[in-house]
């Protein structure tokens, strides 16, 4: 190889570089030199957007699919849920003790056939329940009798906006046709059943009776006026229930608004010797709270109270080797 420091040093006689000058060549090296490590740069930065890329791609697809499977397995166990509240409510409602038991128990029945299906596919999952909202049901289980208070009253109170309820769910009514008022031209100075929801979103009113011959509901709140005629009556009663909006089984979208509430509620029954049949509700403050003044005891009487389950939390836990999955869900019928 040339000696490129003896070359360099070489000179003419003017003074200036000999062989084209060692500056001319110096500028030459720094640009081989320079667009090396540019390209080798580049190359880099290509290569670490690649690696990124890719990460982040792999990331999002893994954490999508896990992700999934522990939010489905959520949402069965809020939906297994909301029935065991409405079961044990049915069948274990002499005290909140026998409540909780019974609400335990059958959480503990469908994780223990959910978690096992889950475990075949290599994955653990857990629900256990961590609170509940103790409440109140009132029913009526006689079908022959009118929606009077116990004592008889037509216009009663069943809970006033002072007794600290805040919550209303599962209203559901089975309404004697034949009894109802025919076509009445003023709702509320007439003679026509009516259930007032009153709360800091204001009042929605349920008014119920017959037009030309059709069982008919009417739904008044602050946003407007609706009117739902029932889809089909069985011999003579007709179902409005809140919770799936419907009358008869027609679907009434207003209705679903009528337990819509806000802050402290207050619920009234109107003229209950112009309708009769069964109904139940519940509301999320236990009996020694409320004064129960228009209800019998359970086996008293008519309508009367008994204990209920207003809403409970769940802590449902889902892993995977990708996934350590956790979350705390309420349950409550709607």
Do not use: K
């Not at 939010?71 to 079961?87: F, K, L, P």
């Not at 007794?163 to 008022?181: F, K, N, P």
């Not at 309508?303 to 889902?318: C, F, H, I, S």
């Amino acid at each position: 190889m040339a000696d490129l420091r003896r070359l360099s040093s070489l000179r003419d006689r003017t003074g200036a570089p000999a062989n084209g000058g060692d500056g001319r060549a110096d500028r030459g090296q720094l640009l081989v030199v320079g667009a090396l490590a540019l390209a080798v740069l580049f190359v880099s930065l290509a290569l670490l957007l690649n690696t990124a890329i890719y990460t982040g791609n792999l990331a999002t697809r893994e954490a999508g699919v896990d992700g999934t499977a522990g939010i489905d397995y959520a949402g069965a166990a809020e939906s297994a849920g909301v029935d065991a509240v409405r079961s044990v409510n049915e069948r274990n409602d002499s005290s909140h003790a026998a409540l909780l038991t019974a609400f335990e128990a059958t959480m503990r029945a469908w994780d223990d056939a959910a978690s096992h299906h889950r475990a075949t596919a290599g994955d653990l999952a857990d629900v256990d329940v961590v609170a509940v909202t103790n409440g109140t049901q009132f029913r009526q289980n006689d079908s022959s009798r009118n929606f009077t208070s116990h004592g008889g009253a037509e216009n009663w109170t069943l809970v006033a906006d002072s007794e600290g309820v805040t919550g209303i769910h599962s209203i559901r009514l089975a309404v004697d046709a034949t009894r109802l008022t025919d076509d009445p031209s003023d709702y509320v100075a007439a003679d026509v059943f009516h259930v007032n929801v009153s709360s800091d979103v204001g009042t929605r009113s349920l008014f119920l009776y017959n037009d030309s011959g059709t069982p008919t509901a009417r739904i008044v709140e602050p946003a407007g006026t609706t009117t739902c005629a029932a889809g089909s009556v069985t011999d003579g009663t007709f179902v409005v229930d809140v919770a799936n909006a419907s009358v008869g089984g027609a679907s009434c979208p207003p209705l679903a608004r009528l337990d819509d509430t806000s802050g402290n509620v207050s619920i009234t029954f109107r003229d209950g010797d112009a309708a009769g049949g069964t109904y139940r509700l519940v509301v999320d403050e236990p009996p020694a709270a409320l004064p129960l003044s228009g209800f019998a005891t359970a086996g008293a009487g008519q309508p009367y109270w008994t204990y209920g389950l207003y809403a409970a939390e769940l802590r449902v836990t889902y892993r995977t080797p990708q996934l350590d999955y956790a979350a705390t869900i309420e349950v409550q019928p709607p």
